[in-house]
């Protein structure tokens, strides 16, 4: 077969700010208590995805007491003045809606996507809990054992993800984004109903959370609805502040985990800034020239031309409340080591601070950038996490809205800048998996 | 691995991930009614069926080409062979290297993707509206014309392999593939897709080109388009891209499902974890049985309706045994599995294993109450058009109508047919088609410390 089209060489702007101009806004209002509502109407299908967002993570836990906030996230289905436990959950799979909840850094979601007539009851049970969470004693102690089994399973029995989690620990000296979301084991056996109680009591209020909706409904008319049901919600004066910086890194620094493991497994990350500097959108491109799909460097360097991983790829995610890592992981591919996978990837890193990418390059990942932006409008639920993601960092639901046109001014200059400015070795931490050999499965010693 | 998959940690994470798979099996199981889907349906001369559901609203299609060549259609002696040569798809054409198909159709931001599933291979891709062209330029190519050159014929299988060993280190990857074993033997249903490795390893390219040739054919495939596209469109394009190939006789495969145990079997697998990874169950139903429904809604109270199921309720929130449970029957071609899953610490799984064993025999022995089959109901009727609201699940769900031969009346009839259901059809099914005495139990654990009791 002959290739009978030439991709076009224009970038997609055009098309790309009829469809902005098309869609629907995105209203931002903040009632008297604090609490923010980002409303975005869209009519394609009869769903709604109404979500609630607080500004509460493991970000905002102290040491002895991590995990804490994501159990507050499970304690928040046990039952608040007005449902009793699991009610929540099933009202919602009555009326054939999903709903999940997660924790992670910077913040606690709650989502519901459903049908737009069932929006009161949505408005209802979320505002119940957010102002009379129950906190029965008698549920607390199950759903901690259910929590400890939610860390064996992600973390203890998964060497890959023990690795990101030493990674972080090492990478994070003073900030708290060195603590695992899910906590560490002790800390889990010894955190308390009253230390999930207070916690509730700290962050859960309309000053520190916003409301997202994005569907089929009517704006003016959600919005009284809103206004009627949590208004009457106290503002909190008690917020406590974070104010812990992390100090600059000053040389690299090594994780070795060594675990009966099939594989090395590779994970290294740099320090980079958030959203809130002009240096994030030549991050986000040059994330996207090593990451994104199988013409990016990465997976062209790692798994096809020296085919020495499995699998492997990164990311970097500017909308952290404060600054987090540009990171890289590999999976070693059989008969290869960590070592010359490491090797490639500085090889990669090294190629990109020295001289720009090429044009075609830089046009694909701010054509990728913009498709997705299109396609991510396919879905109320992803467009209402990307807002209350923004919102609840700090970055604003503009910056979702504008992202594309913004990275359409990035230069290849800009992007060599970041690369030779973040991605240097002083700047990096390294955690390597190393396999040993398994010894006979013996009882052991849990988490300590 | 994603990257955001990394990263978060929710209430329902790794069981919403599990749902996903158990939900997109049944996905066809919840449409929206006539009227809210219209598809337009026909079938070019050689044989290619083509679906479209027009939606204007953005400026973007997904197409999916499903082909009846999944891991089911493996030669004997030849396990994975389906799954290599959807994966070498995309790989390589006889006019495109590997890198040159990503850049094309990364070039315009959009993805194509291929591989195996266990009744079908699936080309998926995603583009702007405006490059719709070049996706169906692509798709055909990949679908068409993979050249199976020896070094991406090399690359490709060496991934298998790796990711098969890489398996070893993921209980719940070791638990499914003895489970499958146990219970399908040599059936290739009891199989993850990669195959077996050794079988793998001896692949020529006589064997992926043999297989392309006989199973890749357009009496056997069906196209789906599902966003900015008219019917008049997706016509012409599917004649221009696929009018010119040859239909040919497919040839029919089928194994022999294999009978239940006559007692219920454990395996013990040891290893260095802290948690018993557990897989209960046996062969279960194909998706043309006329149960299908009442079984749907048996499982849903069961153990698959998430956070509300029986086995949720008691396993993870009344004894806080486990993050995850849930039962799910995967109805396929052939009668597929019927599997109970769940992970808990090593010490308690013979008091888990226990709960279930009372859950499913208590589901056989007592009527489920009005107010649970009224809620399985309500959940299965109200939930469809979630499962409709974007356009590449509305892809998959026109793939999924037409390979499981469900037919677009399909829509008008579901509700009748869920709600047709009675508390007495619930145990029947669950009479009938549950086996609590000849199961398949595996426990992938620390033994010494599970130390389990015999079924």
Same mark, same amino acid.
């Given at each position: 077969m002959t290739r009978r089209f030439t991709p076009f060489l224009a970038t997609l702007s055009v098309l790309v700010s009829a469809a902005i @101009?098309?869609?629907?806004?995105?209203?931002?209002?903040? @009632?008297?208590?604090? @609490?923010?509502?980002?409303l975005k109407e869209e009519h394609k299908a009869p769903v709604v995805s109404f979500q609630v967002w607080y500004g509460v993570g493991s970000r905002n836990e102290v040491t002895g007491k991590t995990g804490l906030t994501h159990l507050l996230e499970h304690l928040m289905?046990?039952?608040s003045e007005h449902y009793d436990k699991g009610e929540f959950s099933r009202i919602v799979a009555r009326y054939g809606g999903t709903e999940n909840a997660f924790t992670y850094r910077d913040y606690t979601a709650y989502f519901t996507n459903w049908a737009p007539q069932h929006l009161p009851l949505s408005l209802a049970m979320e505002a119940d809990r957010m102002a009379n969470l129950t906190l029965d004693p008698e549920e607390f102690t199950p759903e901690l054992e259910v929590v400890r089994e939610e860390r064996r399973l992600r973390i203890d029995d998964n060497p890959i993800y023990a690795t990101i989690e030493q990674m972080y620990a090492a990478a994070y000296m003073a900030h708290p984004y060195g603590q695992p979301v899910i906590g560490w084991m002790n800390d889990l056996k010894h955190l308390t109903r009253d230390d999930a109680y207070r916690h509730y009591l700290a962050y859960y209020a309309p000053n520190n959370a916003t409301i997202v909706a994005v569907g089929d409904f009517d704006s003016a008319d959600l919005l009284r609805r809103i206004r009627e049901t949590f208004g009457p919600i106290p503002r909190s004066n008690a917020i406590p502040p974070l104010t812990v910086r992390e100090p600059p890194q000053e040389g690299e620094r090594r994780i070795i985990l060594r675990r009966p493991a099939q594989l090395p497994f590779v994970f290294l990350g740099y320090h980079t800034p958030n959203w809130a500097s002009e240096d994030s959108l030549p991050l986000v491109v040059l994330a996207n020239i090593l990451f994104e799909g199988k013409s990016s460097r990465m997976f062209q360097r790692l798994m096809y031309r020296d085919q020495i991983a499995v699998d492997g790829g990164g990311e970097y995610d500017p909308l952290t409340t404060d600054p987090e @890592?540009?990171?890289?992981?590999?999976?070693?591919a059989p008969d290869h080591s960590a070592d010359e996978v490491e090797a490639a990837i500085y090889e990669e890193v090294e190629r990109l601070a020295s001289e720009p990418p090429e044009e075609r390059e830089l046009t694909r990942a701010k054509n990728q950038i913009e498709a997705d932006f299109l396609m991510n409008q396919d879905s109320v639920y992803t467009q209402a996490m990307q807002l209350g993601h923004a919102a609840t960092v700090g970055a604003g639901p503009d910056y979702v809205t504008t992202f594309p046109e913004r990275v359409r001014k990035v230069t290849g200059e800009d992007v060599m800048r970041v690369a030779k400015a973040y991605l240097t070795a002083d700047n990096r931490t390294v955690a390597v998996l190393t396999p040993k050999m398994a010894e006979p499965a013996t009882p052991g010693k849990e988490g300590e | 691995m994603t990257a955001r998959a990394i990263r978060r940690h929710g209430r329902l994470g790794e069981l919403g991930a599990a749902l996903g798979v158990a939900l997109l099996i049944l996905s066809a199981a919840r449409p929206a009614p006539a009227a809210d889907l219209h598809v337009h349906r026909e079938t070019l001369d050689n044989g290619l069926v083509i679906q479209v559901v027009e939606r204007p609203a953005l400026p973007i299609v997904s197409v999916e080409l499903a082909v009846r060549a999944g891991t089911r259609h493996d030669p004997l002696g030849k396990a994975g062979l389906a799954n290599m040569v959807a994966a070498?798809?995309?790989? !390589?054409?006889? +006019?495109?290297t590997a890198p040159q198909i990503a850049e094309e159709i990364e070039f315009v931001g959009g993805t194509i993707g291929s591989g195996a599933r266990r009744d079908y291979a699936l080309v998926a891709v995603s583009v702007l509206s405006r490059d719709l062209n070049l996706a169906l330029d692509l798709l055909a190519d990949v679908a068409r014309h993979p050249a199976f050159r020896t070094e991406d014929v090399e690359r490709v299988r060496s991934g298998i392999l790796a990711t098969v060993q890489a398996d070893q280190d993921r209980p719940g990857r070791v638990s499914s593939k003895a489970f499958g074993e146990a219970v399908y033997g040599d059936h290739p249903y009891g199989r993850l897709e990669e195959g077996i490795p050794e079988q793998v390893r001896a692949f020529t390219r006589d064997d992926l080109e043999r297989f392309h040739r006989l199973f890749y054919r357009p009496n056997n495939a069906v196209l789906s388009f599902v966003g900015?596209?008219?019917?008049?469109?997706a016509r012409k394009l599917a004649r221009k891209m696929f009018g010119d190939w040859e239909p040919d006789e497919v040839p029919q495969v089928r194994y022999a499902v294999p009978e239940p145990p006559e007692h219920t079997r454990l395996i013990k697998i040891d290893r260095h974890?802290?948690? =018993?990874?557990?897989?209960? !169950?046996?062969? !279960?139903v194909a998706r043309g049985n006329p149960d299908f429904y009442p079984l749907m809604i048996m499982n849903y109270i069961l153990g698959g309706g998430g956070l509300t199921s029986r086995l949720a309720d008691d396993v993870r929130d009344r004894q806080g045994? =486990?993050? +995850?449970?849930?039962?799910?029957?995967? =109805?396929l071609e052939e009668p597929g599995p019927f599997q109970i899953r769940f992970q808990t610490r090593n010490a308690s799984a013979n008091q888990a294993i226990k709960s279930v064993m009372e859950e499913v025999r208590r589901i056989r022995e007592e009527p489920v109450s009005e107010t649970e089959l009224s809620e399985a109901k309500s959940y299965l009727a109200g939930s469809f058009p979630l499962r409709l609201d974007t356009n590449g699940k509305t892809a998959s769900l026109l793939t999924f109508i037409d390979i499981y031969g469900l037919g677009l009346n399909y829509f008008a009839d579901y509700l009748d047919r869920v709600n047709a259901v009675t508390v007495e059809d619930v145990q029947r099914v669950a009479r009938q088609y549950l086996h609590p005495d000849h199961m398949v139990w595996v426990v992938v654990a620390n033994q010494q410390e599970a130390d389990l009791r015999d079924p």
């Amino acid at each position: 077969m002959t290739r009978r089209f030439t991709p076009f060489l224009a970038t997609l702007s055009v098309l790309v700010s009829a469809a902005i @101009l098309h869609a629907e806004p995105v209203r931002i209002h903040t @009632l008297d208590n604090g @609490l923010t509502v980002i409303l975005k109407e869209e009519h394609k299908a009869p769903v709604v995805s109404f979500q609630v967002w607080y500004g509460v993570g493991s970000r905002n836990e102290v040491t002895g007491k991590t995990g804490l906030t994501h159990l507050l996230e499970h304690l928040m289905f046990k039952g608040s003045e007005h449902y009793d436990k699991g009610e929540f959950s099933r009202i919602v799979a009555r009326y054939g809606g999903t709903e999940n909840a997660f924790t992670y850094r910077d913040y606690t979601a709650y989502f519901t996507n459903w049908a737009p007539q069932h929006l009161p009851l949505s408005l209802a049970m979320e505002a119940d809990r957010m102002a009379n969470l129950t906190l029965d004693p008698e549920e607390f102690t199950p759903e901690l054992e259910v929590v400890r089994e939610e860390r064996r399973l992600r973390i203890d029995d998964n060497p890959i993800y023990a690795t990101i989690e030493q990674m972080y620990a090492a990478a994070y000296m003073a900030h708290p984004y060195g603590q695992p979301v899910i906590g560490w084991m002790n800390d889990l056996k010894h955190l308390t109903r009253d230390d999930a109680y207070r916690h509730y009591l700290a962050y859960y209020a309309p000053n520190n959370a916003t409301i997202v909706a994005v569907g089929d409904f009517d704006s003016a008319d959600l919005l009284r609805r809103i206004r009627e049901t949590f208004g009457p919600i106290p503002r909190s004066n008690a917020i406590p502040p974070l104010t812990v910086r992390e100090p600059p890194q000053e040389g690299e620094r090594r994780i070795i985990l060594r675990r009966p493991a099939q594989l090395p497994f590779v994970f290294l990350g740099y320090h980079t800034p958030n959203w809130a500097s002009e240096d994030s959108l030549p991050l986000v491109v040059l994330a996207n020239i090593l990451f994104e799909g199988k013409s990016s460097r990465m997976f062209q360097r790692l798994m096809y031309r020296d085919q020495i991983a499995v699998d492997g790829g990164g990311e970097y995610d500017p909308l952290t409340t404060d600054p987090e @890592l540009f990171y890289f992981y590999a999976i070693v591919a059989p008969d290869h080591s960590a070592d010359e996978v490491e090797a490639a990837i500085y090889e990669e890193v090294e190629r990109l601070a020295s001289e720009p990418p090429e044009e075609r390059e830089l046009t694909r990942a701010k054509n990728q950038i913009e498709a997705d932006f299109l396609m991510n409008q396919d879905s109320v639920y992803t467009q209402a996490m990307q807002l209350g993601h923004a919102a609840t960092v700090g970055a604003g639901p503009d910056y979702v809205t504008t992202f594309p046109e913004r990275v359409r001014k990035v230069t290849g200059e800009d992007v060599m800048r970041v690369a030779k400015a973040y991605l240097t070795a002083d700047n990096r931490t390294v955690a390597v998996l190393t396999p040993k050999m398994a010894e006979p499965a013996t009882p052991g010693k849990e988490g300590e | 691995m994603t990257a955001r998959a990394i990263r978060r940690h929710g209430r329902l994470g790794e069981l919403g991930a599990a749902l996903g798979v158990a939900l997109l099996i049944l996905s066809a199981a919840r449409p929206a009614p006539a009227a809210d889907l219209h598809v337009h349906r026909e079938t070019l001369d050689n044989g290619l069926v083509i679906q479209v559901v027009e939606r204007p609203a953005l400026p973007i299609v997904s197409v999916e080409l499903a082909v009846r060549a999944g891991t089911r259609h493996d030669p004997l002696g030849k396990a994975g062979l389906a799954n290599m040569v959807a994966a070498l798809l995309t790989e !390589g054409t006889e +006019s495109r290297t590997a890198p040159q198909i990503a850049e094309e159709i990364e070039f315009v931001g959009g993805t194509i993707g291929s591989g195996a599933r266990r009744d079908y291979a699936l080309v998926a891709v995603s583009v702007l509206s405006r490059d719709l062209n070049l996706a169906l330029d692509l798709l055909a190519d990949v679908a068409r014309h993979p050249a199976f050159r020896t070094e991406d014929v090399e690359r490709v299988r060496s991934g298998i392999l790796a990711t098969v060993q890489a398996d070893q280190d993921r209980p719940g990857r070791v638990s499914s593939k003895a489970f499958g074993e146990a219970v399908y033997g040599d059936h290739p249903y009891g199989r993850l897709e990669e195959g077996i490795p050794e079988q793998v390893r001896a692949f020529t390219r006589d064997d992926l080109e043999r297989f392309h040739r006989l199973f890749y054919r357009p009496n056997n495939a069906v196209l789906s388009f599902v966003g900015d596209v008219t019917p008049r469109q997706a016509r012409k394009l599917a004649r221009k891209m696929f009018g010119d190939w040859e239909p040919d006789e497919v040839p029919q495969v089928r194994y022999a499902v294999p009978e239940p145990p006559e007692h219920t079997r454990l395996i013990k697998i040891d290893r260095h974890i802290t948690q =018993a990874n557990v897989v209960m !169950g046996h062969v !279960g139903v194909a998706r043309g049985n006329p149960d299908f429904y009442p079984l749907m809604i048996m499982n849903y109270i069961l153990g698959g309706g998430g956070l509300t199921s029986r086995l949720a309720d008691d396993v993870r929130d009344r004894q806080g045994l =486990a993050y +995850s449970i849930y039962s799910d029957f995967e =109805a396929l071609e052939e009668p597929g599995p019927f599997q109970i899953r769940f992970q808990t610490r090593n010490a308690s799984a013979n008091q888990a294993i226990k709960s279930v064993m009372e859950e499913v025999r208590r589901i056989r022995e007592e009527p489920v109450s009005e107010t649970e089959l009224s809620e399985a109901k309500s959940y299965l009727a109200g939930s469809f058009p979630l499962r409709l609201d974007t356009n590449g699940k509305t892809a998959s769900l026109l793939t999924f109508i037409d390979i499981y031969g469900l037919g677009l009346n399909y829509f008008a009839d579901y509700l009748d047919r869920v709600n047709a259901v009675t508390v007495e059809d619930v145990q029947r099914v669950a009479r009938q088609y549950l086996h609590p005495d000849h199961m398949v139990w595996v426990v992938v654990a620390n033994q010494q410390e599970a130390d389990l009791r015999d079924p």
